[in-house]
C-alpha cells in the first residue's frame, strides 16, 4: 500500500523559509512523477511543483525563482524547499505521486501539512 507522509510545516513570517518533505512508503515504481500541491481556504487546489524519475522539474508562475523541488532516491524522500515566503503561500501543502512520467493525474496524496505566513 502505497503511503506518503508529509512533514515540516509551520508558521514563519514573510520572507522567511521552509522545508517540506514527504516520505513515501509502500511503492517502487521505476518511471515516476512526484508533486506538490496546495489549498488555500475557499480557493482550489493549484499545483506548486513536480519532478519526474529522471528529475525534470516543473514549477508554478507564482513560486518560480522562490520554491525548490527536489528528491532523496535513497530516503524515498521528496522535499520542497520554499525561501522568500509571501503570505498568499498559506495553504494546506500536499505531495502526490503516480507511476509514469509528467504530467498526469496523481493516485496517490499524503495528507497535507500546513503553512502559514504571517506578514
Known amino acids: 500500500q502505497v503511503q506518503l507522509v508529509e512533514s515540516g510545516g509551520g508558521s514563519v513570517q514573510a520572507g522567511g523559509s521552509l522545508r517540506l518533505s514527504c516520505a513515501g512508503y509502500g511503492y517502487t515504481f521505476i518511471t515516476y512523477c512526484m508533486g506538490w500541491f496546495r489549498q488555500a481556504p475557499g480557493k482550489e487546489r493549484e499545483g506548486v511543483a513536480t519532478i519526474d524519475s529522471i528529475g525534470r522539474t516543473g514549477y508554478a508562475d507564482s513560486v518560480k525563482g522562490r520554491f525548490i523541488i527536489s528528491q532523496d532516491n535513497a530516503k524515498n524522500t521528496l522535499y520542497l524547499q520554499m525561501n522568500s515566503l509571501k503570505p498568499e503561500d498559506t495553504a494546506m501543502y500536499y505531495c502526490?505521486?503516480?507511476?509514469?512520467?509528467?504530467?498526469?493525474?496523481?493516485?496517490?496524496w499524503g495528507q497535507g501539512t500546513q503553512v502559514t505566513v504571517s506578514s
Open positions: 502526490a505521486a503516480r507511476a509514469g512520467y509528467c504530467p498526469g493525474d496523481f493516485r496517490y
